[in-house]
């Protein structure tokens, strides 16, 4: 499920609900999380998206890049699938990049269970 959203986030009720983010689509700032699948246009999620949810006061932003199609400079060497959680703190995204064989470590899910492999496994579905 997760490779078929573009943006998905948790509700107010903690409910997952998933929407399309489009340019001028008004997210709600009151979310705690978004996270973007990278695709082929990967520099919007590092880039642009980055920057638009940080301003926004996102809480949390995670890129999904199973591929590896983000640039070395975002993704490391060798490039290899990859999930990176960026978490605002005093109002600036810091990022922290988690590849396979690693369990993700959320500042808002801090009891989250849930390892790289698991997301990159069900990429390949």
């Not at 948790?10 to 998933?18: A, K, T």
């Not at 998206?49 to 199609?69: N, P, T």
């Not at 070395?72 to 703190?89: E, F, Y």
């Not at 922290?96 to 959320?106: C, E, M, N, V, Y």
Request: proline letters at 6%; hydrophobic letters at 45%; one cysteine or more.
């Amino acid at each position: 499920m997760l490779v078929h959203l573009a943006c998905f986030y948790l509700s107010d009720r903690g409910v997952l609900q998933n929407e399309a983010v489009l340019p001028d689509f008004p997210i709600r700032q009151q979310q705690p999380l978004v996270i973007e699948v990278v695709r082929p246009n990967w520099w919007d999620d590092y880039g642009h998206k980055l920057v638009e949810y940080e301003a926004m006061g996102i809480a949390e932003y995670w890129i999904v890049d199973f591929c590896a199609l983000g640039a070395i400079r975002h993704i490391g060497k060798p490039k290899q699938p990859n999930v990176t959680v960026c978490q605002l703190i005093e109002d600036e995204y810091q990022m922290q990049r988690f590849i396979a064989g690693q369990r993700l470590k959320s500042g808002i899910f801090p009891n989250l269970e849930l390892s790289t492999d698991a997301i990159f496994q069900a990429a390949e579905l």
